[in-house]
């Protein structure tokens, strides 16, 4: 899984460098290269990826290695966009929590609980990702917010 945001839209930790970029004047590689080399790097495996502008990239390769738990999910809702990696163990609890259908997958549920943080915001982000139970990775673009 890969996401790449623009700088104006998330700041990066101050932990996330390139120790080989140190001291040179070498310049950073750009986010299409950085794309162009992952799609080259999981070529094998169909890897997928969608760029918005010059706001962020996501990326994604199916992968055969996984364990059959550990699956990856691609859900895009209005202007919306979720790469889920993994399985939430209490899925069916928290789409009746939320009041959703019962085909509602993990992505669906993360952007779902997005929209509703976003919009309401009843609980704080950390008590909702608090609720969720199980093995999981996620990113999440919201292409109208800009985040």
Same mark, same amino acid.
């Given at each position: 899984?890969?996401?790449?945001?623009?700088?104006?839209?998330?700041?990066?930790?101050?932990?996330?460098?390139?120790?080989?970029?140190?001291?040179?004047?070498?310049?950073?590689?750009?986010?299409?290269?950085?794309?162009?080399?992952?799609?080259?790097?999981?070529?094998?495996?169909?890897?997928?990826?969608?760029?918005?502008?010059?706001?962020?990239?996501?990326? /994604?390769?199916?992968?055969?290695?996984?364990?059959?738990?550990?699956q990856r999910i691609f859900?895009?809702?209005?202007?919306? /966009?979720?790469?889920?990696?993994?399985?939430?163990?209490?899925?069916?609890?928290?789409?009746?929590?939320?009041?959703?259908?019962?085909?509602?997958?993990?992505?669906?549920?993360?952007?779902?609980? /997005?929209?509703?943080?976003?919009?309401?915001?009843?609980?704080?982000?950390?008590?909702?990702?608090?609720?969720?139970?199980?093995?999981?990775?996620?990113?999440?673009?919201?292409?109208?917010?800009?985040?």
């Open positions: 899984m890969l996401a790449i945001f623009n700088k104006g839209l998330v700041n990066p930790p101050k932990e996330l460098n390139c120790p080989h970029l140190q001291g040179t004047n070498k310049m950073p590689k750009s986010p299409e290269e950085i794309v162009r080399i992952f799609q080259q790097c999981f070529d094998h495996h169909n890897p997928v990826s969608l760029g918005f502008g010059n706001s962020a990239f996501l990326g /994604y390769s199916p992968s055969n290695t996984l364990p059959l738990h550990q859900c895009g809702m209005d202007n919306m /966009y979720c790469v889920f990696l993994g399985h939430l163990n209490n899925l069916n609890t928290l789409i009746k929590q939320y009041g959703l259908g019962k085909t509602t997958n993990e992505a669906m549920f993360v952007i779902e609980a /997005y929209r509703t943080l976003r919009d309401r915001g009843p609980y704080p982000a950390d008590q909702v990702i608090k609720d969720l139970e199980g093995s999981f990775g996620f990113v999440i673009y919201d292409k109208n917010a800009g985040t």
